[in-house]
Each structure stands twice: as C-alpha cells, then as structure tokens.
C-alpha cells in the first residue's frame, strides 16, 4: 500500500469515529469497522479496554447530553513500522446538556487527540485513542445525570 493512502485511511477512520459520536448509530459495527479487538480509548474521567462493549460504552458516556458535536483538525499521522501508525489531532467537542438541565447550555472542551492504528486482514484499525483537555467552558453533566 501506498504510504500516502495509509495515512488518507487513518485520517478517515479518526473522522468516521467523530462523525459517529454525534450521529447516534453507536452500534457494535461502527466499533469493529473502526476499532483492533485489543483497542484502548482513554478519556480523563474512564476508558474502556477491548472490542467487546466499546459501543455500549460510548453510548452510555454520550447519554449524558441531549447531542454533541465534534470537530477535529486534520490528524497528523506518522508511519512507523511496518503496519503501525501514531496520530494526534486536535478537537472542540460541544456538548449540549438536556433541557431543563439547569446553567449554561453548552458544556465545551478543546482537546488533543493522540493514538495508533495497526494494519489488520480488514484494513486500518485504530488501536488506541487517549484524550487530553486543554481547556473547558460551561460545566460537565452533574454524576447522577451522566448515568
């Protein structure tokens, strides 16, 4: 494969796990046709480990708002052995608390994306995602109403 298309289809899998987070159709699919069985995703307050369940996580955490909208700069992907990739990007994720919720709206956090990607029998696989707050403004869901 073509070193210039590897990294076109690590940017696209980062983009596709993006778009699907604020399109709802978090369903175990979406997870395998982005995911390793093995992947790691990190957040700052909980992280899952594990193909198995990724969806349900990620559907669980984005219970807590009523939507969100994610927008990523183009990821900076470096090709390292054979079959390996790291990338990191930056992100503003707006987050929008459910009616009747109390405060400000909009809960929003600028973030730094950084992961790796592995080439499996189907293709590119992220592997690992780790996410790092920069910065914040507004207030995250309260613990009872993230649950």
């Known amino acids: 494969m073509h070193p210039g298309q590897a990294i076109v289809d690590i940017r696209t899998l980062l983009d596709r796990y993006l778009i699907g987070l604020d399109d709802e159709e978090l369903d175990d699919a979406w997870a395998a046709a982005l995911f390793t069985r093995d992947a790691r995703v990190e957040f700052p307050m909980s992280g899952h480990k594990g193909l198995e369940g990724l969806a349900a996580y990620h559907r ?4 807590a708002f009523a ?4 927008l990523g700069s183009a990821a900076v992907v470096d090709l390292e052995e054979e079959g390996r990739a790291v990338l990191r990007a930056n992100l503003v994720s707006t ?9 400000r709206p909009l809960f929003t956090a600028g973030t730094l994306a950084t992961g790796e990607a592995r080439l499996t029998g189907e293709g590119w696989r992220l592997s690992a995602l780790s996410f790092r707050v920069l910065w914040t403004e507004g207030a995250p869901p309260a613990p009872q109403e993230s649950r």
């Open 95 to 103: 987050h929008v608390h459910h009616p009747g919720t109390g405060g």
């Open 60 to 63: 669980d955490s984005l219970a």
């Open 67 to 70: 939507a969100t909208q994610h």
